[in-house]
């Protein structure tokens, strides 16, 4: 992750581009420090960069407790938080405990594992084996808090059509 080329989207090679704005470069801050302040411990990033632009360096933050902010909100930054679970339950209990369900990301090589886990997550999209899940022919959209509806393939075309049922007695 320390690798990872930060800076303006339009330079070459870089990999990490700039935040929205400002409130939002601060909520990443926010959050990263609130799970640092609660026992997390930095792994990799963690601070806000000097300078111009609205950059966050990818982070990695380790042990990070139940009780942090970050897993129960949507991020929306280069965060990658790491906590531990006794077993397979208790990870989909702790993935589905926030109310929000946009993504989740889901690494296995059980395939019985990869279908329990991916139908039991309450999200709108999952990546399994996979970082990237947007993709412009499959629907785009979570549940929860994080949305209703999709947008992009034939589901996101769906939702701007009116389905009409006639009935007729000849």
């Known amino acids: ?14 990999q990490v581009g700039p935040l929205i704005d400002a409130p939002q470069r601060d909520k990443v801050a926010e959050l990263v420090g609130d799970a640092v302040g609660k026992g997390a411990s930095v792994v990799v990033g963690g601070q806000r960069r000097d300078g111009r632009g609205y950059f966050f360096p990818p982070t990695v933050l380790g042990n990070v407790p139940a009780n942090a902010q970050l897993l129960r909100e949507e991020i929306f930054g280069p965060v990658a938080p790491v906590t531990t679970f006794r077993d397979e339950e208790d990870a989909i209990a702790a993935a589905n405990k926030t109310e929000y369900g946009l993504v989740a990301y889901v690494y296995t090589r059980d395939i019985k594992r990869a279908l329990r886990v991916t139908e039991a997550l ?12 947007s993709n412009p022919a499959a629907p785009f959209g979570g549940v929860k808090a994080s949305g209703i509806g ?9 939702e701007f059509l009116e389905t009409k049922y006639v009935a007729i007695n000849l």
Request: charged content about 25%; cysteine-free; overall charge negative.
């Open 1 to 14: 992750m320390s690798a990872l080329k930060v800076g303006r989207g339009v330079d070459d090679g870089v």
């Open 122 to 133: 309450e999200t709108g999209m999952v990546g399994l084996n996979q970082g990237l899940v």
């Open 150 to 158: 999709r947008e992009g393939g034939k589901d996101g075309i769906l």
